[in-house]
């Protein structure tokens, strides 16, 4: 059975970095597009970044765009979320998602929660941006 491990989360300070990592298990991660969502205290998941099987599509909210960068290691069946220059409007919970096949990766990362059951997720990781 698939399942989506993150790491990485913590608490930092405002102009800090972050890496995140999920991790796939029960599956090859080569088989799946990969998202980054969050979603803060009394507000809806928002897509963050979301990278193709290949990598050569990637996708960024123009909230991170130039901050954040995905990566995915296919190897290691791992995939990452590197995080400069936090602001405190980045605090929230990280989740990842698999897609085995999202129409385009921009749909994946701008998907209505309606469709949220359909690709697999993980638990999420806490990310905090002090003062």
């Known amino acids: 059975q698939l399942q989506l491990v993150e790491s990485g989360g913590g608490l930092v300070q405002s102009g800090g970095s972050l890496r995140l990592s999920c991790t796939i298990s029960?599956?090859?991660?080569?088989?799946?597009?990969i998202g980054w969502f969050r979603q803060a205290p009394g507000k809806g998941r928002e897509g963050v970044s979301c990278?193709?099987?290949?990598?050569?599509?990637?996708y960024y909210a123009d909230s991170v765009s130039g901050r954040f960068t995905i990566s995915r290691d296919n190897s290691k069946n791992t995939a990452y979320l590197q995080m400069d220059s936090l602001k405190p409007g980045d605090t929230a919970v990280y989740s990842c998602?698999?897609?085995?096949?999202?129409?385009?990766?921009?749909?994946?990362?701008?998907?209505?929660?309606?469709?949220?059951?359909?690709?697999?997720w993980g638990q999420g990781t806490q990310v905090t941006v002090s003062t």
């Open positions: 998602a698999a897609d085995p096949q999202p129409f385009t990766i921009q749909d994946m990362c701008t998907m209505s929660a309606a469709d949220y059951d359909s690709i697999y």
């Open positions: 029960g599956a090859s991660l080569a088989d799946y597009a």
């Open positions: 990278i193709g099987k290949r990598t050569d599509a990637t």
